[in-house]
């Protein structure tokens, strides 16, 4: 059974830090191209951050140079660097393929950040 377990949210000041990781089991992890997605109230989710089976990364203009997706096959976990945090970063964080999967999402984890 494919389960993502996303992990790492929380209340940060402005210009803070987090790091989201991402758990995977069921799934052919390493063979997957995999992205982090947020979804803030009152808007659709967005794909913020991508990679490749191969490491090849994509992020999208708004986090770009703030955020550092990353994967370790062998623990099968997606990782997400945040730095340099702005209120507007506020959102439930989810990881999925790239491109999604609908049975795939998990319960998101939370991330809010103080002006």
């Known amino acids: 059974q494919a389960q993502l377990v996303e992990s790492g949210g929380g209340l940060v000041q402005a210009g803070g830090s987090l790091r989201l990781s991402c758990a995977a089991s069921?799934?052919?992890?390493?063979?997957?191209?995999m992205g982090w997605y947020r979804q803030a109230p009152g808007k659709q989710r967005e794909l913020v951050a991508s990679?490749?089976?191969?490491?090849?990364?994509n992020y999208a203009d708004s986090v770009k140079g703030r955020f550092t997706i990353s994967r370790d096959n062998g623990k099968k976990t997606l990782y997400l660097q945040m730095n340099s945090l702005k209120p507007e970063d506020t959102a439930v964080y989810y990881c999925?393929?790239?491109?999604?999967?609908?049975?795939?999402w998990g319960q998101g984890t939370q991330v809010t950040v103080s002006s």
């Open positions: 999925n393929g790239d491109p999604p999967a609908r049975d795939y």
């Open positions: 069921g799934i052919g992890f390493r063979f997957m191209n």
């Open positions: 990679i490749t089976w191969g490491a090849t990364t």
